[in-house]
Structure formats: C-alpha cells, structure tokens
C-alpha cells in the first residue's frame, strides 16, 4: 500500500520561511513525477511546484523565486521550501505523487495534507 505524508506546516509570521516534507512509501516500483499543491478555502486546488524524476522543475509565477522543490536522493522523499511567505500563500498543501506501484497500474497519489497559514 502506498502511503504519501506531509510534514511541516504550521503558522508564520510574513516574510517568514517555512519547509514541507512529503514521504512517500509503501511498495513502489518507480516514481515519475511529484509535486505540490495547495488550496485554500472556497478556491480550487493549485500547483505551486512540480518536479519530474529527471530533476526538471516548475512553478507558477504566484510562487516563482519564492519556493523551492527539491527531493532526496532516494527519490521519495519530497521538499518545498518557502520564503518570503505572504498571507495569500495561506492555503493548505498537498503532496502529489504520479506513479506506479509494484503491483496495479500507474496512477496519482495524494497525502493528506498539511495547515500553512501566514499571518501576523
């Protein structure tokens, strides 16, 4: 069973800086991609980072020189770093994982989610 877990959101001051984690387990034969999104109350969910398993990486202009994907390499564990948080950022963050497990088809995964809110 794959399992995909978020870590490290909480409150910030703006300006602040804060780091999201996202481990991915269970048995996995590959990962193709991962990314963040986020959602905030009454909008739909959004990208704010992707990274393919080549290390190619994107982001929206909301975020962009802001926040940081990057994943460990052991390629399943997952960050985002973000600085320079503004109030609008408040939202909370999933991880996404496109992948495919040892046994059954190739698919997208998502965590459960972790609180960000920026506010003074």
């Known amino acids: 069973q794959v399992q995909l877990v978020e870590s490290g959101g909480g409150l910030v001051q703006p300006g602040g800086s804060l780091r999201l984690s996202c481990a991915a387990s269970?048995?996995?034969?590959?990962?193709?991609?991962m990314g963040w999104y986020r959602q905030a109350p009454g909008k739909q969910r959004e990208l704010v980072a992707g990274?393919?398993?080549?290390?190619?990486?994107h982001y929206p202009d909301s975020v962009k020189g802001r926040f940081t994907i990057s994943i460990d390499n052991a390629g399943n564990t997952l960050y985002l770093e973000m600085n320079s948080l503004k109030p609008e950022d408040t939202a909370v963050y999933y991880c996404k994982a496109d992948l495919a497990p040892e046994l059954g088809p190739r698919g997208d995964y998502w965590g459960q989610g972790t609180q960000v809110t920026v506010s003074s």
């Open positions: 269970g048995n996995i034969f590959n990962i193709y991609a």
């Open positions: 990274i393919t398993s080549g290390g190619s990486t």
